[in-house]
């Protein structure tokens, strides 16, 4: 009897934990899981979820992780987590939380 995979969510999500979220795309994790960019997006769509929703977890996970563990700066932080620019990162806090990124520090505090 063949062994049963685990939900492609799940082997996506493990592989952007390990990642460097600054130099990992969809192509990436695509060809580690051999298969295409338009079948990972596919199979996530059939999973109800997808590569940025993931990636967004991800980012989201670490960034509560550093900052319950070190007072980070906004930039810097936004640059570990692969962000482009920072108030990309700083929109995205607001969305994940519900706050801003200074509200959320001083709340942590």
């Known amino acids: ?5 685990p939900p492609l ?3 996506v999500l493990r592989l952007l934990l390990r990642a460097n979220l600054h130099d990992i795309h969809a192509a990436d994790i695509a060809g580690h899981l051999h298969v295409s960019s ?3 997006r596919r199979r996530l ?3 109800h979820t997808s590569y940025q ?3 967004d977890r991800v980012r989201f996970h670490r960034c509560v992780k ?9 930039k810097s932080l936004a640059r570990r987590l692969g962000f482009s620019q920072p108030n990309s ?3 995205a806090f607001g969305k994940w939380t519900g706050m801003s990124f200074t509200e959320y520090k001083k ?3």
Do not use: D, I, W
């Not at 009897?1 to 995979?5: G, P, Q």
């Not at 550093?66 to 906004?74: A, D, E, Q």
């Open 1 to 5: 009897m063949a062994k049963k995979r």
């Open 9 to 11: 969510e799940r082997r």
């Open 38 to 40: 338009s079948t990972l």
């Open 45 to 47: 769509r059939k999973e």
């Open 53 to 55: 929703q993931l990636l």
């Open 66 to 74: 550093s900052l319950s563990n070190h007072r980070v700066p906004g």
């Open 89 to 91: 990162f700083y929109r």
């Open 107 to 109: 709340q942590v505090r």
